[in-house]
């Protein structure tokens, strides 16, 4: 059994940051045997890729809303997966879940293998 837990999330200014991070757990999963990503979801919208990496992280490919704005790490030896978010905007607050897939096309379109429950990101104005 897979787990992928997110933290970090919180209430912030406009144009502030905030870093998310994803732990896994279960045995066999590692980060570099998957597409690895963030989407998020808005209260009424629908769920929306923010950002991900392919396998072994040789490309990292984000929605054209980040503009710039959220760089996607990874970390081996914690074994985890960051979203760093700066600039942010209130329309930026949402639920932010990390993902896995088979590939990065999957991950991009939905198609996941594991996902989390998510962390609350809130952004004032």
């Known amino acids: 059994q897979v787990h992928l837990v997110e933290s970090g999330g919180g209430l912030v200014a406009a144009g502030g940051s905030l870093t998310l991070s994803c732990a896994a757990s279960?045995?066999?999963?590692?980060?570099?045997?998957?597409?690895m990503g963030w989407f998020r979801q808005a209260p009424g919208k629908e769920r929306e890729f923010v950002g991900g990496?392919?396998?072994?992280?040789?490309?990292?490919g984000y929605a054209d809303f980040v503009q710039g704005r959220f760089t996607i790490s990874k970390n081996n030896v914690k074994n985890t997966m960051e979203l760093q978010m700066n600039s942010l905007k209130p329309e930026d607050t949402a639920v932010y879940s990390c993902?896995?897939?088979?590939?990065?096309?999957?991950?991009?379109?939905?198609?996941?293998?594991?996902w989390g429950q998510g962390t609350q990101v809130t952004v004032s104005s």
């Open positions: 279960g045995r066999s999963f590692s980060f570099d045997n998957r597409a």
């Open positions: 993902a896995a897939a088979n590939n990065y096309r999957s991950l991009s379109e939905g198609e996941l293998d594991y």
């Open positions: 990496m392919s396998r072994g992280a040789y490309y990292t």
